[in-house]
C-alpha cells in the first residue's frame, strides 16, 4: 500500500525569543486530496536559527501498471474459517510479472522529511463521507469488489465494497539499500472496509434443501445458516489496525469484545517492501519520481466484526444487525490471528502501488 510516515515534526521548532527561518511551495495537485506543500529553510537563515526540516512531498498509489501496461491492484484476503473473503478479489497472477493482484486501488499524498527520512500521509484535516477519522488524503477507488470462496460452492455472487484508511498513515526508509538497490520501505496504517453480505447470504441460504442445485453445503456451513431467515442488516465493516482509529466504540475495544487484546486492537498494521510472514514484498525500483513497488502485510490480526463500528466513508447508511454480525463472526472466522510459531498465517494483504518525490524547482 503506498503510504507514509512517522508522525511529522512540526513546521518549526519554537524556541523562546527565536524565530524559525522556514519557507514553503505549493504541493502536488492530485484530484480529491489535500496535499500537503513542499518546506525547507528560509535561504540565508542564521547558523543560530531554530531548526527546521525539509519536508519533501510525495505521491503514492496502491494500483501500478505493469510493463505491459496492465493495471494491477491490491487486495485484502481473510482466510480463517469456512469462508474466505478477499476485498479486491477475486485474485488473479499478472502474466508478465507473476505476482498476484486483486482490484483496489488508492491515491496518496504525503511529506518525506529530512535528513529522517521519515514521513507522514496526515488528513487535512480528517473526515469524510460520514467516517470523522477517514484520512481525506489516502482514498480508495470506491466502490471495489469482494469476493467469497468456499471450496465445492461456485457462483457464489461477487458484492460491492467501501473502503477507506483512518488516521495518519506513517512510514520510514531503510537507511540500508535494498539488494537490488532500491530501497525498502514500511508505512503504518489503519484501513477497513464495508459491505452488504446480504447477497451472498441469500445466495446460500438458497443451496439449503435444495438438492436438485447439485451442489451440497458442508455440514458446518448448513449448521450455521440453519435458523436463518433475515438477510437485511448484513451491510458490517471489518476493520484493520488501530480499531479505535477505525471507528470502532472505545469501551468495546477495551472490554475485549473484538476478541484482541488492547495492544492488538490499538496496533497499526505494518505494511512493508520485505518480508512479512509467507508474503514478500518487492522494494522501490525506478526513477524517484516515477518508482514501483510491492507492499505486503502477513501477520496482523482482524478482530470480530463490531456492529457498532462506523461504517467506511461513503457507506454512512450501512446497517449491520448484531445477529448478522455474529453469523459473519463465525463464517469468516474472525477473530482472526496468526500464529508466527506455527507459520499460520490467515490474513493477507497485498498491494503493488507507486511512489514519486515531488518539488517545486
Known amino acids: 500500500m503506498a503510504g507514509a510516515a512517522a508522525v511529522v515534526v512540526a513546521a518549526a521548532v519554537v524556541m523562546p525569543a527565536r524565530t524559525a527561518f522556514a519557507d514553503t511551495s505549493p504541493g502536488p495537485s492530485v484530484p480529491g486530496l489535500h496535499c500537503p506543500p513542499e518546506q525547507y529553510p528560509h535561504g540565508g537563515a542564521p547558523r543560530s536559527a ?12 496502491l494500483g501500478q501498471t505493469d510493463p ?23 485474485v488473479r497472477t499478472d502474466p508478465t510479472t507473476g505476482q498476484p493482484y486483486g482490484d483496489l486501488f488508492a491515491s496518496a499524498c504525503g511529506v518525506l522529511q529530512l535528513p529522517s527520512e521519515s514521513g507522514a500521509i496526515p488528513g487535512n484535516p480528517y473526515g469524510y463521507g460520514g467516517d470523522a477519522q477517514a484520512n481525506n488524503n489516502f482514498v480508495f477507488s470506491n466502490p471495489t469488489t469482494v469476493s467469497l470462496g468456499i471450496t465445492g460452492i461456485p457462483g457464489l455472487p461477487l458484492l460491492s465494497a467501501y473502503a477507506d484508511d483512518d488516521g495518519s498513515i506513517s512510514t520510514a526508509i531503510d537507511k540500508t539499500p535494498a539488494a537490488n538497490g532500491g530501497m525498502n520501505v514500511e508505512f503504518y ?21 435444495a438438492p436438485s442445485s447439485g451442489v451440497t453445503l458442508p455440514g458446518p456451513l448448513s449448521s450455521l445458516l440453519k435458523g436463518v431467515t433475515n438477510t437485511a442488516g448484513s451491510a458490517c465493516t471489518v476493520a484493520i489496525g488501530n480499531l479505535l482509529a477505525d471507528g470502532v466504540p472505545p469501551a468495546d475495544v477495551e472490554s475485549g469484545k473484538t476478541g484482541l487484546t488492547y495492544a492488538q486492537a490499538t496496533a497499526p498494521v505494518d505494511f512493508t517492501s520485505q518480508r512479512s510472514g509467507d508474503l514478500t514484498g518487492r522494494p522501490v525500483t525506478g526513477p524517484i519520481t516515477g518508482a514501483d513497488a510491492t507492499l505486503v502485510a502477513n501477520d ?50 497485498y498491494a503493488p502501488g507507486s511512489f514519486a518525490v515531488y518539488t517545486s524547482s
Open 189 to 209: 496504517a489503519s484501513a477497513k472496509s464495508t459491505s452488504d453480505f446480504g447477497p451472498a447470504l441469500s445466495s446460500l441460504l438458497g443451496l439449503l434443501g
Open 300 to 349: 496482523f490480526p482482524v478482530g470480530a466484526i463490531d456492529p457498532n463500528t462506523v461504517p467506511a466513508a461513503g457507506d454512512s447508511g450501512a446497517v449491520c444487525s448484531a445477529s448478522n454480525a455474529s453469523l459473519l463472526n463465525s463464517l469468516l472466522g474472525l477473530p482472526s490471528i496468526p500464529n508466527p510459531a506455527t507459520g499460520y498465517y490467515p490474513n493477507s494483504f
Open 50 to 61: 531554530p531548526p527546521v526540516p525539509y519536508e519533501i512531498p510525495f505521491t503514492a498509489t
Open 68 to 90: 505491459a501496461g496492465l493495471r494491477i491492484g491490491g487486495y485484502l484476503q481473510i482466510a480463517n474459517s469456512l469462508v474466505t473473503a478477499t476485498l479486491g478479489g477475486p
